[in-house]
C-alpha cells in the first residue's frame, strides 16, 4: 500500500491533512492539549480576536436546539497582544499550525490587528471574520456588503504576506458572489460558513433563549445549507475553499470535499465529541483506502453531477 | 489529569420521586480520576438530537470490597431534555460520559467543614463528605428541600459522622424555611473568622446568600456555580461567572475550567 498523502496547501500554509478546528469551538487551542495532539490537526484557529480585550454577552450565551446550537458568546476574548505573549509561544511549541480568526469594529482595527500578527513569530495564516452575526458593530457590515468585502480584503492583502483567509457568512443570498469578490482582492483562500442567525424563544416564559436574543445556528441542522454554498462557491472561484458547517464525521468531512471544499473546519462536533480529529483521521484514511485513492486532493469538487446517486446502490 | 470519555452502561438507574433519580453507571475509569467537586459531561445517545451533553456533578464514586473503583452515581433531577432521558434510562443502556472535569472543592486550611446543600445541590457532597472525614475534618451538612421526602441520602451522611441541619420550605422536617437560616445561626455562635470552610451548592440566589453570610461573618466560603454548559472543556465560552480578579476588574471566567467551584468571596453576584 503506498502512503497516503492527505495534504493541503494553502499559500505559504502547508497542512498534513485538511482537518481544523472551527474559530470560537477550539477556545485557543491550548485548552485541548490534553486531550488531542495539537500537531496532529491541519490546523487550529483561534478564538475570533479584536485589538482590545472583550468579556462578550451575558449568559445565556448558548441554546440546543433540533440537531443543531444558537450561540451569541459575543467575542468575549483576550485580544491580540495577549494572544501573542501568552499564547502564541506555547502553540509554537506544541507545533500548532495557528491560523489567527481576526475581528475589527472598523476597517483600521481589522488591518491594525493583520499587521500585528504579521509581525509576531508563530501565526501561519489569517482567518478574517468578516461574518460575526452575534455584535452590532463592525464584522459582519463588512460581511454582508461586497464593496466592504472587497475593502477589507484588499486593505488586509497589503499589509501582510500571511496566507488571507475571509471567512464568509451564509446570511446573504449569494456567497458566491463574495467568494468572488474575496477572490478579486487577493484572498488566498475563503472559508465558508460561519452561523446562520436564528432564535429560540422558552414559550413557557415568553422569553428569548439567549440573552442577546437573536444568535447564529451551528451543528448538523445547517449542514445541508453550507454544502450547498461550498458547491456554488467552488464554480465561482479558484482558490482554495475551506468549508465547515455542521460536520461529525469522516463523511461528512468527504461530503464538503467532493462539493468543492480543498480543507474542512469543525467547530460543534468538538463540543460532543473532543476526541472526534483521530476518528475523522482514521475514517479518511479507511475511505482512501476502499477507493483506492492516494491523494485526498483529487477528491475536492469531483462531484458527478451527470446524474443523482442510485438511493440503493 | 486528562479526561476520558467512555461509552459506560447503566448498572442501576434508583427512582427516588417522580423528578428525582440516582443513575449508577460504570465509568470507573473516570471514577478512579474524580476529585470531589468535579463533574463529567453525559450523552445519553450519539444520534445528533439531544445533540450536547450535559454537566452532571460525581455523586458517588462506588468500590468494591477490595477498594477498587467499579462505577460513579449521578444524583439527577428533571429539568428538560437529556435530564428526563436520564431519569428513564434501564440497566443496560449505554451513557457517554466525558470527565472528569473543572475545578475541585480545596480541603480547609484548619477549622470545621460546613457543606451547605440546596435540594439536587447535594450532589457533590457525597464524595466530599468521604473526603473530609477521611482527612478528620468536623463536617456539618446543612440541607434544605422543597419537602421531607426530597431529602435524600440522609442515612448517608449520618454514618459518615456528618452533623444533618435539615430544611423544608413547608416544615415537613427539620427547620421550616430556607437553609440559610439555620446556617446564619450558626454562623453568629462562632467566637471569631476563619473558624469553618463553607461550601456551597444549589440555586443561585441560596449560593449568593450563603456567599455574603460567610463574608460577613469572616469566614471562607467555595461555590459550586451551575451554568449552561456546551463543552465543559473550555472551548465554547457559554458557561462564564463574572468574577472580580486580584487587580479589582471584574471579568468572566469560564466555570467549566476556572471553575465550577469559586470562591464564594470573588464571585460577583447579579
Ligand atoms: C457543574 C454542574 C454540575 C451539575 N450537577 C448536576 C447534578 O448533579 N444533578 C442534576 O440533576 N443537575 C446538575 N446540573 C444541572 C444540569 O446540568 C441541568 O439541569 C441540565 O443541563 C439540564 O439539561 P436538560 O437537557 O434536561 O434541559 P434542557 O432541555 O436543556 O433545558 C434547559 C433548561 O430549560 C428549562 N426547561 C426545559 N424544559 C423544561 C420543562 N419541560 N419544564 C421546566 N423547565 C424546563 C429548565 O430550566 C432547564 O434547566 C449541573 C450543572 C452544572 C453546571
Ligand atoms: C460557540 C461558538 C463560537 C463561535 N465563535 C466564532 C468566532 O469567534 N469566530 C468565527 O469566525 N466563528 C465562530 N463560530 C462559528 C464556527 O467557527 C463555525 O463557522 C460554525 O459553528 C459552523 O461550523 P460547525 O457547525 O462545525 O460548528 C462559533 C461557533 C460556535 C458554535
Ligand atoms: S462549557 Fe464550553 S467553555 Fe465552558
Given at each position: 500500500?503506498?502512503?497516503?498523502?492527505?495534504?493541503v496547501?494553502i499559500g505559504?500554509?502547508?497542512?498534513?491533512?485538511?482537518?481544523?478546528?472551527?474559530?470560537?469551538?477550539?477556545?485557543?487551542?491550548?485548552?485541548y492539549?490534553?486531550?488531542?495532539d495539537?500537531?496532529?490537526?491541519?490546523?487550529?484557529?483561534?478564538?475570533?480576536?479584536?485589538?482590545?480585550?472583550?468579556?462578550?454577552?451575558?449568559?445565556?450565551?448558548i441554546?440546543?436546539?433540533?440537531s443543531?446550537?444558537?450561540?451569541?458568546?459575543g467575542?468575549?476574548?483576550?485580544?491580540?497582544?495577549?494572544?501573542?505573549?501568552?499564547k502564541?509561544?506555547?502553540?509554537?511549541?506544541?507545533?500548532?499550525?495557528?491560523?489567527?480568526?481576526?475581528?475589527?469594529?472598523t476597517?483600521?482595527?481589522?488591518?491594525?490587528?493583520?499587521?500585528?500578527?504579521?509581525?509576531?513569530?508563530?501565526?501561519?495564516?489569517?482567518?478574517?471574520?468578516?461574518?460575526?452575526?452575534?455584535?452590532?458593530?463592525?464584522?459582519?457590515?463588512f460581511?454582508?456588503?461586497?464593496?466592504?468585502?472587497?475593502?477589507?480584503?484588499?486593505?488586509?492583502?497589503?499589509?501582510?504576506?500571511?496566507?488571507v483567509i475571509?471567512?464568509?457568512?451564509?446570511?446573504?443570498?449569494?456567497?458566491?458572489?463574495?467568494?468572488?469578490?474575496?477572490?478579486?482582492?487577493?484572498?488566498d483562500?475563503i472559508?465558508l460558513?460561519?452561523?446562520?442567525?436564528?432564535?429560540a424563544i422558552?414559550?413557557?416564559q415568553?422569553?428569548?433563549?439567549?440573552?442577546?436574543?437573536?444568535?447564529?445556528?451551528?451543528?448538523?441542522?445547517?449542514?445541508?445549507?453550507?454544502?450547498?454554498?461550498?458547491?456554488?462557491?467552488?464554480?465561482?472561484v479558484?482558490?482554495?475553499i475551506v468549508g465547515?458547517?455542521?460536520i461529525?464525521?469522516?463523511?461528512?468531512?468527504?461530503?464538503f470535499?467532493?462539493?468543492?471544499?480543498n480543507?474542512?473546519?469543525?467547530?460543534?462536533?468538538?463540543?460532543?465529541?473532543?476526541?472526534?480529529?483521530?476518528?475523522?483521521?482514521?475514517?479518511?484514511?479507511?475511505?482512501?483506502?476502499?477507493?483506492?485513492?492516494?491523494?485526498?486532493?483529487?477528491?475536492?469538487?469531483?462531484?458527478?453531477?451527470?446524474?443523482?446517486?442510485?438511493?440503493h446502490? | 489529569?486528562?479526561?476520558?470519555?467512555?461509552?459506560?452502561?447503566?448498572?442501576?438507574?434508583?427512582?427516588?420521586?417522580?423528578?428525582?433519580?440516582?443513575?449508577?453507571?460504570?465509568?470507573?475509569?473516570?471514577?478512579?480520576?474524580?476529585?470531589?467537586g468535579?463533574?463529567?459531561?453525559l450523552?445519553?445517545?450519539?444520534?445528533s438530537?439531544?445533540?450536547?451533553?450535559?454537566?452532571?456533578?460525581?455523586?458517588?464514586?462506588?468500590?468494591?470490597?477490595?477498594?477498587?473503583?467499579?462505577?460513579?452515581?449521578?444524583?439527577?433531577?428533571?429539568?428538560?431534555?437529556?435530564?428526563?432521558?436520564i431519569?428513564?434510562?434501564e440497566?443496560?443502556?449505554?451513557?457517554?460520559?466525558?470527565g472528569?472535569?473543572?475545578?475541585?472543592?480545596?480541603?480547609?486550611s484548619?477549622?470545621?467543614?460546613?457543606?451547605?446543600a440546596?435540594?439536587?445541590?447535594?450532589?457533590?457532597?457525597?464524595t466530599l463528605?468521604?473526603?473530609?472525614?477521611?482527612?478528620?475534618?468536623p463536617?456539618?451538612?446543612?440541607?434544605?428541600?422543597?419537602?421531607?421526602?426530597?431529602?435524600?441520602?440522609?442515612?448517608?451522611?449520618?454514618?459518615?459522622g456528618?452533623?444533618?441541619?435539615?430544611?423544608t420550605?413547608?416544615g415537613?422536617a427539620g427547620?421550616?424555611?430556607r437553609?440559610?437560616?439555620p446556617?446564619?445561626e450558626?454562623?453568629?455562635?462562632l467566637?471569631?473568622?476563619?473558624l469553618?470552610?463553607?461550601y456551597?451548592?444549589?440555586?443561585?440566589?441560596?449560593?449568593a446568600?450563603?456567599?455574603?453570610?460567610?463574608?460577613r461573618?469572616?469566614?471562607?466560603?467555595?461555590?459550586?456555580m451551575?451554568?449552561?454548559?456546551?463543552?465543559?472543556?473550555?472551548?465554547?465560552?457559554?458557561?462564564?461567572?463574572?468574577?472580580?480578579?486580584?487587580?479589582?476588574?471584574?471579568?468572566?471566567?469560564?466555570?467549566?475550567?476556572?471553575?465550577p467551584?469559586?470562591?464564594?468571596?470573588t464571585?460577583?453576584?447579579?
Open positions: 500500500m503506498t502512503a497516503l498523502d492527505m495534504s496547501r505559504s500554509l502547508v497542512m498534513p491533512n485538511p482537518l481544523m478546528a472551527a474559530s470560537g469551538c477550539f477556545g485557543y487551542g491550548l485548552e492539549e490534553d486531550v488531542v495539537l500537531s496532529t490537526l491541519g490546523g487550529v484557529v483561534s478564538k475570533g480576536l479584536f485589538l482590545a480585550e472583550r468579556q462578550g454577552h451575558k449568559p445565556e450565551r441554546a440546543e436546539t433540533p443543531g446550537m444558537l450561540n451569541a458568546i467575542l468575549q476574548g483576550i485580544g491580540v497582544h495577549r494572544f501573542i505573549s501568552e502564541l509561544p506555547l502553540l509554537r511549541e506544541r507545533k500548532a499550525r495557528t491560523i489567527v480568526n481576526i475581528c475589527g469594529t476597517l483600521d482595527e481589522y488591518v491594525e490587528v493583520a499587521r500585528i500578527l504579521s509581525d509576531a513569530e508563530g501565526v501561519d495564516a489569517l482567518e478574517i471574520n468578516i461574518s460575526c452575526p452575534n455584535i452590532k458593530e463592525g464584522g459582519i457590515q460581511g454582508c456588503s461586497l464593496d466592504g468585502t472587497f475593502s477589507v480584503v484588499s486593505a488586509i492583502r497589503k499589509v501582510t504576506t500571511l496566507p475571509p471567512k464568509l457568512t451564509p446570511n446573504v443570498t449569494s456567497p458566491a458572489s463574495f467568494a468572488r469578490a474575496a477572490e478579486d482582492a487577493g484572498a483562500a472559508s460558513v460561519n452561523t446562520f442567525l436564528a432564535m422558552d414559550v413557557e415568553r422569553k428569548p433563549k439567549l440573552s442577546n436574543v437573536v444568535g447564529g445556528l451551528s451543528g448538523p441542522a445547517i449542514r445541508p445549507i453550507a454544502v450547498r454554498m461550498v458547491w456554488e462557491c467552488r464554480q465561482e479558484k482558490i482554495p465547515m458547517g455542521g461529525m464525521d469522516h463523511r461528512d468531512v468527504l461530503e470535499m467532493i462539493a468543492g471544499a480543507a474542512v473546519q469543525v467547530g460543534t462536533a468538538n463540543f460532543v465529541d473532543p476526541f472526534i480529529w483521530a476518528k475523522l483521521l482514521d475514517g479518511l484514511t479507511d475511505y482512501m483506502q476502499r477507493h483506492q485513492i492516494t491523494r485526498l486532493a483529487d477528491l475536492v469538487g469531483a462531484l458527478d453531477t451527470t446524474s443523482p446517486a442510485k438511493a446502490a | 489529569m486528562p479526561p476520558v470519555d467512555v461509552r459506560a452502561t447503566v448498572i442501576s438507574n434508583v427512582r427516588l420521586s417522580r423528578d428525582y433519580n440516582v443513575l449508577t453507571i460504570a465509568a470507573p475509569e473516570v471514577g478512579a480520576l474524580t476529585e470531589p468535579q463533574f463529567v459531561m450523552k445519553t445517545t450519539d444520534a438530537d439531544p445533540m450536547l451533553r450535559r454537566p452532571f456533578s460525581v455523586f458517588e464514586v462506588l468500590r468494591d470490597d477490595l477498594g477498587t473503583v467499579r462505577a460513579i452515581s449521578i444524583l439527577n433531577k428533571r429539568a428538560g431534555r437529556t435530564t428526563g432521558l431519569y428513564g434510562l440497566a443496560g443502556d449505554p451513557v457517554w460520559c466525558l472528569p472535569l473543572g475545578l475541585p472543592f480545596n480541603p480547609p484548619s477549622g470545621a467543614a460546613w457543606m451547605v440546596g435540594g439536587v445541590g447535594l450532589a457533590p457532597f457525597a463528605a468521604e473526603a473530609l472525614v477521611a482527612l478528620q475534618v463536617t456539618t451538612l446543612f440541607y434544605g428541600a422543597r419537602t421531607a421526602d426530597e431529602l435524600y441520602y440522609l442515612e448517608f451522611f449520618d454514618r459518615l456528618v452533623t444533618l441541619v435539615l430544611t420550605e413547608d415537613g427547620v421550616q424555611g437553609v440559610t437560616g446556617l446564619e450558626s454562623l453568629k455562635g467566637g471569631g473568622p476563619n469553618v470552610t463553607i456551597a451548592c444549589g440555586p443561585e440566589p441560596m449560593l446568600a450563603v456567599a455574603r453570610l460567610a463574608e461573618y469572616g469566614q471562607p466560603s467555595e461555590v459550586s451551575e451554568r449552561t454548559m456546551g463543552c465543559g472543556l473550555g472551548g465554547c465560552y457559554s458557561c462564564v461567572v463574572p468574577v472580580k480578579h486580584a487587580d479589582g476588574e471584574t471579568r468572566y471566567v469560564r466555570s467549566c475550567i476556572g471553575g467551584v469559586f470562591d464564594g468571596a464571585v460577583v453576584w447579579e
